[in-house]
């Protein structure tokens, strides 16, 4: 967007009605210093986010389709069944990287906050994952002991 209207916001025509100040931050809410090297700062951001991002993308697409293949016809099925997702690692880093970054620009000190209290509220809940796994665990071991005669009756030599 920046490209296509010369370096300029398209919003800051909108903003420039409404004021004669003319400055480098008139239009936005930020210390002067970051005002005018935003674009640089963000920009320098971003392209560090993809650069990072982008590797493990491609990985995680070839190892899904190198899986997909690997498997039969029936499981291949399984894996496009709609609504079916496969998250191999983190799950959208540059869309959590960008939706910081706003915050960091709407309300800065919120956004420190966020990055202070992360590791802290991810080990306050760490217990609860580990209880989520286990109960899981149990729950898929009833299933397999309720469901046990059905599949001896239904295949008898695949068991």
Known sequence: ??????????????????????????????????????????????IAGELVAT?????????????????????????????????????YPVLTFVLWCILFVLCWPIALLALVLYPIVWLLLLPFRIVG????????LLWAIVTFPARLLRAPGRV
């Open 1 to 46: 967007m920046l490209a296509v209207n010369g370096g300029r916001c398209p919003l800051s025509d909108l903003a420039a009605r409404f004021t004669d100040d003319r400055a480098p931050r008139f239009d936005i809410y930020l210390p002067h210093w970051l005002a005018e090297r935003n674009k640089v700062i963000f920009g320098m951001l971003f």
């Open 133 to 140: 796994i286990a109960v899981d665990g149990v729950l898929k």
């Open 55 to 91: 590797p493990r993308r491609c990985v995680n697409c070839r190892e899904i389709l190198s899986a997909s293949y690997a498997l039969g016809c029936a499981r291949r099925r399984e894996l496009a069944r709609p609504g079916k997702r496969i998250f191999i690692g983190r799950r």
